[in-house]
């Protein structure tokens, strides 16, 4: 069984940055892909950005290339979501998730931080 708990949201202006942690319990957290996922309000939820058990290899959506980073720390068993110039349309709650039986289905879910982005 893996938790996991997502900080570092909040409300920052457009421009902006904020780094997402996601930390996770387990010992075989280093064996999964890790993703981020967020849903905005009245939206479906979306993939975001993962990362492979090593770190070796990330996806990102279209509309974040370039401007978010995703990363892991199989020490810290934490998974993080670098997000610079921020848009307005980034404004959602952001869940971590790790072991993907499909590309959009994860085994194991976080409860959310929301991230809000000022116009």
């Known amino acids: 069984q893996v938790q996991l708990v997502e900080s570092g949201g909040g409300l920052v202006q457009a421009g902006g940055s904020l780094r997402l942690s996601c930390a996770a319990s387990g010992r075989t957290f280093s064996r999964y892909t890790m993703a981020w996922f967020r849903q905005a309000p009245g939206k479906e939820r979306e993939f975001v950005a993962s990362?492979?058990?090593?770190?070796?290899?990330?996806y990102y959506t279209d509309s974040v290339k370039g401007r978010f980073t995703i990363s892991r720390d199989n020490a810290k068993n934490t998974v993080y979501l670098q997000m610079n110039s921020l848009k307005p349309d980034d404004t959602a709650v952001y869940y971590c998730a790790a072991d993907p039986k499909t590309p959009s289905v994860y085994r194991y879910w976080g409860q959310g931080t929301q991230v809000t982005v000022s116009s």
């Open positions: 990362i492979s058990w090593s770190g070796g290899n990330t």
